[in-house]
């Protein structure tokens, strides 16, 4: 590789929430979604290059952001976008507030898919709309599956405006089919609701599985959707909080600049810039080095945990490196389930009942560090079940 994933970096000392200072030094963070990686090295001397500028005023806004994000979506997926459908924003996040507040109203009601990343649920929340949750549910082998059912009968609701969809979903792993993906857009545009696909997990799959924008799959989703995207899972610069939406309706588009005017957040970062276009032109090498590595992680936790810890269940990761573990079989309540990780097991997952109800009984691992930093967590995982077994 012309990466090395193996090395392993003190981000004690670089004010990292991940290894906050208030964290015990005794336990092994494995919890948000940034990866204990080294950038890419184009990233670091991009930065550097620029940095050596003692200017640090407002930038321009060159186009190469757009191009770059169209270029990423053609080589990665295969989806040809026109690079006037891409917006800036300050992360991913802020897209969500920006679709509420452009196409519903207060009162009205957007969809969610937990077990689902938290904010989904907030933004919503604090922006004055109702939720409606279609939970994902298990198959035998711990598989989520979709409730067409249910969901149905949450979008034909009169008040229900938008859809948002994690896809590759946090936490549940899974990469949609195209048949489930289809299925989605059909009943979105029967019943008149817009999806918000957060594909920011976009480019970590599996083998023998893979993503698919949902605005790719036909014209109709792509004029009754936003698909927003972020390079900073891949490359380990969430810090620079720059992430785009691509938006092929023109109406939805300028609809969306005009909530983004209101909001004063058109102003562009120097750094999130220049690593967002580095990342998606320079660093194709890196995405695919990673995710080679993150393949041979995930085989070394499924393997252990089926083998060596059998009262903790994990179905197939399809996608994301942030694994959803099963924990129910150790008969705990959550506050104990947590309290078991933390001070037991000594490591920092996330809380699975953060991601809704439907999370009880789960924790959340990221996998995107050294396998060396795996394998102790994982030695120190088993030592703990076990002397579970023996009290």
Same mark, same amino acid.
């Given at each position: 590789?012309?990466? @090395?994933?193996?090395?392993?970096?003190?981000?004690?000392?670089?004010?990292?929430?991940?290894?906050?200072?208030?964290?015990?030094?005794?336990?092994?963070?494995?919890?948000?979604?940034?990866?204990?990686?080294?950038? !890419?090295?184009?990233?670091?001397?991009?930065?550097?290059?620029?940095?050596?500028?003692?200017?640090?005023?407002? !930038?321009?806004?060159?186009?190469?952001?757009?191009?770059?994000?169209?270029?990423?979506?053609?080589?990665?997926?295969?989806?040809?976008?026109?690079?006037?459908?891409?917006?800036?924003?300050?992360?991913?996040?802020?897209?969500?507030?920006?679709?509420?507040?452009?196409?519903?109203?207060?009162?009205?009601?957007?969809?969610?898919?937990?077990?689902?990343?938290?904010?989904?649920?907030?933004?919503?929340?604090?922006?004055?709309?109702?939720?409606?949750?279609?939970?994902?549910?298990?198959?035998?082998?711990?598989?989520?599956?979709?409730?067409?059912?249910?969901?149905?009968?949450?979008?034909?609701?009169?008040?229900?405006?938008?859809?948002?969809?994690?896809?590759?979903h946090n936490p549940v792993m899974r990469a949609f089919t195209l048949e489930e993906l289809t299925r989605i857009?059909?009943?979105?545009?029967?019943?008149?609701?817009?999806?918000?696909?957060?594909?920011?997990?976009?480019?970590?799959?599996?083998?023998?599985?893979?993503?698919?924008?949902?605005?790719?799959?036909?014209?109709?989703?792509?004029?009754?959707?936003?698909?927003?995207?972020?390079?900073?899972?891949?490359?380990?610069?969430?810090?620079?909080?720059?992430?785009?939406?691509?938006?092929?309706?023109?109406?939805?588009?300028?609809?969306?600049?005009?909530?983004?005017?209101? @909001?004063?957040?058109?102003?562009?970062?120097?750094?999130?810039?220049?690593?967002?276009?580095?990342?998606?032109?320079?660093?194709?090498?890196y995405a695919d080095e990673m995710m080679d590595y993150l393949e041979e992680n995930k085989n070394y936790i499924?393997?252990?945990?089926?083998?060596?810890?059998?009262?903790?269940?994990?179905?197939?990761?399809?996608?994301?490196?942030?694994?959803?573990?099963?924990?129910?079989?150790?008969?705990?309540?959550?506050?104990?389930?947590?309290?078991?990780?933390?001070?037991?097991?000594?490591?920092?997952?996330?809380?699975?009942?953060?991601?809704?109800?439907?999370?009880?009984?789960?924790?959340?691992?990221?996998?995107?560090?050294?396998?060396?930093?795996?394998?102790?967590?994982?030695?120190?995982?088993?030592?703990?079940?076990?002397?579970?077994?023996?009290?």
């Amino acid at each position: 590789m012309k990466h @090395n994933f193996d090395e392993l970096i003190d981000r004690r000392v670089s004010e990292c929430k991940k290894y906050e200072p208030s964290y015990p030094k005794d336990v092994i963070p494995m919890w948000i979604a940034d990866t204990d990686f080294a950038v !890419p090295e184009e990233i670091a001397e991009a930065i550097q290059k620029r940095a050596e500028h003692p200017c640090f005023g407002y !930038p321009v806004e060159s186009f190469e952001f757009e191009r770059a994000a169209a270029r990423w979506e053609k080589v990665r997926f295969g989806w040809e976008i026109d690079p006037e459908w891409v917006k800036y924003s300050n992360g991913v996040l802020p897209f969500l507030m920006y679709a509420i507040r452009a196409f519903a109203y207060p009162g009205d009601k957007v969809v969610i898919q937990p077990p689902v990343y938290p904010p989904f649920q907030a933004i919503t929340k604090n922006n004055g709309c109702q939720l409606l949750t279609n939970p994902l549910i298990q198959d035998d082998n711990g598989k989520y599956q979709i409730d067409f059912e249910d969901l149905e009968e949450k979008l034909k609701d009169p008040r229900t405006k938008l859809f948002f969809m994690s896809n590759p979903h946090n936490p549940v792993m899974r990469a949609f089919t195209l048949e489930e993906l289809t299925r989605i857009g059909e009943l979105c545009l029967k019943y008149h609701v817009i999806v918000i696909a957060d594909e920011i997990h976009c480019d970590l799959t599996y083998k023998g599985y893979h993503h698919i924008p949902f605005a790719s799959i036909s014209e109709e989703f792509a004029q009754n959707s936003m698909v927003l995207i972020n390079p900073s899972k891949t490359f380990n610069i969430a810090g620079f909080r720059t992430g785009a939406a691509i938006i092929p309706n023109k109406k939805m588009r300028d609809n969306i600049q005009i909530i983004i005017e209101d @909001n004063k957040n058109y102003g562009r970062t120097i750094f999130g810039m220049l690593s967002f276009i580095t990342a998606y032109t320079e660093c194709d090498y890196y995405a695919d080095e990673m995710m080679d590595y993150l393949e041979e992680n995930k085989n070394y936790i499924v393997d252990f945990i089926r083998n060596r810890i059998p009262k903790i269940k994990l179905a197939e990761p399809e996608a994301t490196y942030l694994l959803w573990l099963d924990c129910r079989d150790l008969q705990m309540t959550q506050p104990e389930l947590k309290t078991f990780f933390f001070e037991k097991a000594k490591l920092g997952l996330n809380d699975g009942a953060t991601f809704g109800i439907e999370g009880t009984g789960f924790m959340r691992m990221n996998i995107a560090c050294p396998r060396a930093t795996l394998v102790e967590a994982l030695n120190r995982l088993e030592k703990a079940v076990n002397e579970l077994n023996k009290c």
